[in-house]
């Protein structure tokens, strides 16, 4: 069963070349930063908050695949204009566990800086749908949200799987858990 998935996942991620210290930050205004309180969620977020403390300036190990889609594209922006989501960096074999843990992510999401920094701005979760519907009978549900099903056919030709995007690190004025930000930008 993983054969097929991870040939598909090898046509659309392309390990990328990280040293860990090459990325810098980028300068942050108390805006970004500045988190909503959310329904006894926010203690869970500071957590993820500390959880990824690591990675904010760039990727590093485990998030070590950088997500490219089916065109080539690696930051990803909403076709109807109503936002990005920016680069994703994968951890393929926490994607693979059939598992959803709050405080390691499948998935971390930068917004590119100037001279090529990245800036640690989301989390998603990913879980292929095969594996989390074989031992459980509902999508799984994390703070407080249901996760999306996503469909065969998608842009990273990969089989159904759910996924929830955690804004943690940038506010996001569409909502913490939507899945575009009008205020990413991928230019």
Known sequence: MRAPILTALTAVLTVAALATGSATASAHDGAEETQPVLHGHTAKLDDLRAATASARSGPIAPW?????????????????????????????????????????????????????????????????????????????????????RVAAGNRYGLPDFYELHVWHQKANPSGIFNDWNPTVSCS
């Open 64 to 148: 070590s695949v950088k997500v490219v889609d089916l065109a080539g594209i690696s930051c990803i922006e909403d076709p109807h204009g109503t936002g990005a989501m920016g680069i994703h960096y994968l951890d393929p074999a926490n994607l693979f566990d059939g598992k959803i843990d709050r405080l390691a992510p499948e998935a971390l999401i930068y917004e590119p800086g100037d001279g090529g920094s990245l800036t640690l701005i989301a989390a998603e979760y990913l879980v292929l749908a095969q594996a989390w519907d074989a031992t459980h009978a509902a999508p799984p549900i994390l703070y407080g949200q249901r996760f999306t």
